[in-house]
């Protein structure tokens, strides 16, 4: 709820990535009632929720929820859908959608990201003059830390997610980014998304924390994560984030922050059963009026200048490993596309000696189509894999050559070696 | 080339549809040299460029035209690529991509378009102070007018520019949009686009125009294009554009608008060979300082609004329909994969029993596998495109909601029937 005392505005927000699975999360309907009875009692501003992934979910949430929640949206992306919504007590004003170039790859069935439309999720909010841009998100799944092959698609994507906040933000206030990074405080995802936007972290600015140890939104307490999956985190990991910044005129500070605490007699829930495999972030944050700045893009401090420069170092290499990778696999299945081309002429040119049985032609032939359509759809997706990698590495790249442009003191503070590119794509102002 | 009087800033600016498809587009590398050429020689100060589906072309480009435009970016986006490039004499400060979500279905081979990264590629220049958003786009084409499938597709895409435009230039004094829409300046994509961002359209500005009849881009008179295609169109058609306007504290005229003439000895080019299939567009812009006018978003002048209203119900009907298409596809092609199960189990159930041939047997796995596969990827192209119809529809519903919020007296003028919607996805404040 909106409190307003002077000119101060409390905005409570809810993130939860509900685990909302059909035929395969545990108790999936009981938890989002579960979910919708705390949502209407502690009576948030925002909900912003992930892993919605029925509809059907989101309309019976919407239903329970809109004498408090008059306003929500779910975002419809992709095959399956974004599994993002948002629920508000304020009138959205503008909606508006941009989905990831990269997701994870079509062949990899058993994780099944490629077919979820991951994206980030944009609401228009005007909170007593304020005018507030939400984001919500859920980045590529990790599952297997210390050899992720999706690294470089979720470090595009948390750059992607990046620009896109950097550049509709503009005219907003206030700058609300929630959701699931699926990216550790250090990793580059989380350390890309916050430098480049200049976005603060709930959990670190609050002095009034309560909730799980280190903050941590994935716990081997809760009933519904595998213990082998935390094996290597025994307090849990933090990959869920209320992330914040004001423009100039404007002050935000985080003066509450609870998550919930996986299994048992739940205080916040009032449930013995967790609401998800992750835990909920409930936030207080806290708006007012601050003198107004006139500064130059890009113009920080140069620590912190030279400190954003390396994460862009960093994430310019995950994805130039990413690039190459994909490069190795458009040259593989481009020679698999000849054999299956070969396996074809074969089976056609068989049917010339009338000594050969037709099984021999036939097995070719159907030998050829398979070879031809499955590296075929290798090829495309590697293909384009590496396009949108290119395209992303591009953009780091105009991005250190400007920083460095505009405050060419920083390069000396900058430790990284310089870029070697994989093709010079801009030409500095000579 | 950027020339300054007084205060007033002058822009040159050319854009082209290439038609530069390796193997396929007519004396494509001649065409390409000549483009060079007259870039390099009529000095424009942004070279827009559409359809150079090879990034070999698009680097032999930049290598010639590298003296007179030192900046450059190619947009990279799906399996082939977006097609879209600059070319630009002033810094480019920054560049982003969106890439839309809808484009055509796979199995068009014969269209093409679903493999290219159709987009909308967005560049940040400042030039003598001025910041200046440049966005180059190309929408899906028009094979058939009288029956165009790909209809609501184009609607969804000039929905997703516009949005993407109003959302990421707030900050920008100048907009300024060109390509090739692939819709004529009756169609509602156009118009949609024209209306919801507030765009001039240098055609329709100009004191000074020289070069085909009725401004046309695509006539009868270039050798390259088919007479068969311009059969219902005498004159030709204009589907390329240059756009532009000035956000408040400026102002932006076009004080001359040419374009190239199709075939014979060209003036312009100083070639008889055209340069495309599509005629060039180049316009020289003004841009000068104008009084700061401070109002409200969505307050317009009343018939304007209206008349805004009625493109988005247009488009909001449009989409409906490819919807209910898109649904009517998802629910046969569930039907479809039923079969395909079916004929799998026939398969595995024949193996009981020893008197029925393998043939048989094979032949129904085979065929099971075939509907399945088939079927499984139309279930899910047409799954992916009703989500992103009606994602778009709902945010087209909202923006005429907050319009008619802000303007109730709007509702008056305003000709259309209530929406008749799908789903109730928002409710309005109470």
Redesign the interface.
Known sequence: MESESGSSVSLKVFNLNCWAIPYMSKHRQVRMQHLGDLLNQKNFDLALLQEVWSERDFESLRQKL?PNY????????????SGLCVFSKH?????????F?LNGYPYKLQHGDW?C?KAVG?VVLEICGILVNVYVTHLHAEYNREHDSYLAHRVAQAWELA??IH??S??ADVVLLSGDLNSHPGDIGYRLIREWIGLDDSYLETQDFQGCEDGCTMVPNNCFVSSKEMESFPRGVRIDYILFKAISGFHITCDALTTTTGSGPNDTTGHSLPLSDHEALMATLSIRPAPIEHKRNFTRDPEAQASLMDVLHEAWTEMGLGLAGARQWVYSTGHLLSLGLLLLFLGVGTMLFEDIPWVAEALFMVLGVIVLIGSGALY?TS??ES??L??AQ??IE??ME?AKEAQPEVVELYTNPPLIRTSV???V??
């Not at 008059?70 to 859908?81: D, K, L, N, Q, V």
């Not at 009138?91 to 989905?99: K, M, R």
């Open positions: 809109l008059t306003w929500a949206h779910y975002f419809r992306s992709g095959f399956i859908g009138p959205i004003q503008e909606i508006f959608l941009h989905t170039s077919f439309g944009m620009q896109f550049h509709t503009r005219r495309l293909l384009h396009k949108a290119y395209e591009a953009e105009l991005a400007m794509r801009f030409k102002k000579q």
